[in-house]
């Protein structure tokens, strides 16, 4: 968990708003999703560095994945989760995806955690998110999710878990079929394309899409204009951000720069997490 804690404690102090902010209202993510796929453009490798935890980064990444699959274009999907879950995912996708099956995803390894544990990877709003890409695949879209993080504690620190990240997400991008999309979903740190000149020095120096420029990547920092995210520290709560006036799309064109884009939801509320 210590990795957690350095991590949470980082993006607080940048997100942190009042104490007694109230809750964000369940906000529409289309808006969001049309600015990606315009500033994204023909990217193939789109990582998604988000705040864990939220109801709403979950349909949004549903929404992306439905817009670019359409007209037969293969999509693949990467989860922060251990690619030791990918046997249960598969078998997921092949079924109707009926209260059994979901059942079965469910009380895998990655999804039987305590509540001290919860980082907020694991909710039902992730588990539609699978449902989704389930239920394209039946309607005959080219789309598949997978995960590609390591087991949790097998990695020596953060540096090493997100470079074995990355080689996971080489091996599943030089699979894809041709011109296929791979859209990744992951934390806000590890979507970095370089880290910020103030970052801790816990933080690790190459982020996992630092050990990714060689691929035709393209980094987006999902943020919101107001709500609450879940985070691990001491103990595992829900956390305000920082509210601000409406703004639009952030885009970088720096050597330098920490992501390509910066869009802002609406807002963030806390999905429904899971237990064991």
């Keep these: ?47 998604l560095g988000e705040y864990h935890g939220t109801a709403e980064t979950p349909r949004l990444v549903a929404d992306l994945v439905e817009r670019y699959s359409r007209d037969n274009a293969a999509v693949r999907l990467g989860l922060e ?13 092949r079924s109707n995806g009926d209260p059994d099956a979901r059942e079965a995803l469910r009380t895998t390894p990655f999804w039987s955690v305590k509540d001290n544990q919860h980082d907020g990877r694991r909710s039902r709003d992730m588990l539609d998110l699978i449902e989704s890409i389930r239920s394209l695949r039946a309607q005959g879209r080219n789309v598949g999710v997978a ?14 878990r997100d470079a074995a990240m990355a080689t996971h997400l080489h ?44 691929l035709p990547l ?19 709560r829900a956390l305000p951000l920082i509210e601000r006036a409406p703004r639009d799309p ?15 939801l609406p807002g963030l509320s806390v999905g429904t997490l899971t237990a064991p």
């Excluded at 859209?183 to 190459?206: C, F, I, K, W, Y």
């Excluded at 987006?220 to 204009?225: M, P, Q, T």
Aim: hydrophobic share 45%; glycine share 6%; net charge negative.
């Design 1 to 47: 968990m210590k990795r957690w804690r350095w991590m949470a404690g980082w993006v607080i102090g940048l997100a942190l708003g009042a104490a007694n902010a109230a809750p964000a209202p369940v906000a529409p993510v289309e808006d969001t999703a049309a600015q990606i796929i315009q500033h994204a453009g023909d990217a193939r490798l789109i990582v």
């Design 81 to 93: 989760m251990p690619m030791s879950e990918n046997v249960a995912l598969a078998r997921y996708l």
């Design 147 to 160: 995960g590609y993080d390591v087991e949790s504690g097998a990695s020596n620190g953060n540096e090493a």
């Design 171 to 214: 091996q599943q991008f030089n699979a894809l079929p041709p011109g296929a999309r791979m859209l990744v979903l992951t934390g806000n740190v590890h979507a970095m394309r370089s880290p910020p000149a103030d970052a801790p020095p816990e933080m690790q120096q190459r982020t996992m899409a630092s050990h990714l420029l060689d």
């Design 218 to 236: 393209y980094s987006v920092r999902l943020e919101a204009l107001r709500g609450h995210f879940w985070a691990c520290v001491q103990p595992c």
């Design 250 to 264: 952030e885009l970088s064109a720096d050597q330098d720069q920490q992501y390509d884009l910066v869009v802002f």
